[in-house]
């Protein structure tokens, strides 16, 4: 059975960090792109970051695009999300996916995720001004 877990959510204030990770365990031959992905109540779930687990490829909306980082640690399974600079409108909680496919970066758009094949529960993130 495959699996993601989230870590390292909290609230922060603006201008600030946090770094996020997501555990896979249980093996999955839909795992060739990790990404993450956020949501609040009142908009629709938009991509964050996607990165490439064979060949480190990564891809950002353009939102985050010089504030966060994605990495990986293959020997532990585990995607990391650095965010820097964080802003009010980063306030969501996030969720890590896996995808069979990055398809360039697509499956970060509208409609985000559709091609995930795994989510994890989440995780929130709170940036106070």
């Known amino acids: 059975q495959v699996q993601l877990e989230e870590f390292g959510g909290g609230s922060v204030q603006a201008g600030g960090s946090l770094i996020l990770s997501c555990t896979v365990s249980?093996?999955?031959?839909?795992?060739?792109?990790m990404g993450w992905f956020r949501q609040t109540a009142d908009k629709e779930r938009e991509g964050v970051a996607g990165?490439?687990?064979?060949?480190?490829?990564?891809h950002y909306a353009d939102s985050v695009k010089g504030r966060f980082l994605i990495s990986q640690d293959n020997a532990k399974k585990t995607v990391y999300l650095i965010m820097t600079n964080l802003k009010s409108e980063d306030t969501a909680k996030y969720y890590c996916?896996?995808?069979?496919?990055?398809?360039?970066?697509?499956?970060?758009?509208?409609?985000?995720?559709?091609?995930?094949?795994?989510w994890g529960q989440g995780t929130q993130v709170t940036v106070s001004i």
């Open positions: 249980g093996y999955t031959d839909s795992g060739r792109c």
């Open positions: 996916a896996t995808a069979a496919g990055c398809y360039a970066g697509s499956w970060l758009l509208s409609p985000a995720g559709a091609d995930a094949a795994y």
């Open positions: 990165i490439y687990v064979r060949g480190g490829t990564t």
